[in-house]
């Protein structure tokens, strides 16, 4: 196996899962590996952190690992989990640095326009700001 990596976001909506598809399809190609990713945050209130960050964790890998069954199945390609949390922007960012990917693969969740404006674009702070090469796929 070649160290070829692919970091994939996933969230559990249908441009993600595409993302996932298309990241195996691209793996098994290049005889690569994929880190999905999965972020959660739950802001600061007060410098007071809400209690059950512990269950947020669990409650997000048991998602990521349920997306990855459902999208993936049975696929031989190698594929880390990994949650994160913060900011999924920053995570994915992040795991693309440590990883040293090759290739950041995230899908588009298509809001566009104003709401896109308004909740930043995770896809768009990852195209302006990753040091590897980035595929937005569409769902």
Known sequence: MSDYTIVTG???SPASKAALRW???HAGLTGGSITALMAWDMPLIYNWQAPGLEDMATTTAQRLAEVIHQTAGETQVPIRKEVAQGHPARALLDAAEETRA????LGNRGHGGFTEALLGSV???CVQHARCPVVIVRG
């Open 10 to 12: 996933i969230d559990g």
């Open 23 to 25: 990241a195996v399809w």
């Open 123 to 125: 896809s768009q702070h």
């Open 102 to 105: 090759d290739l950041l693969v």
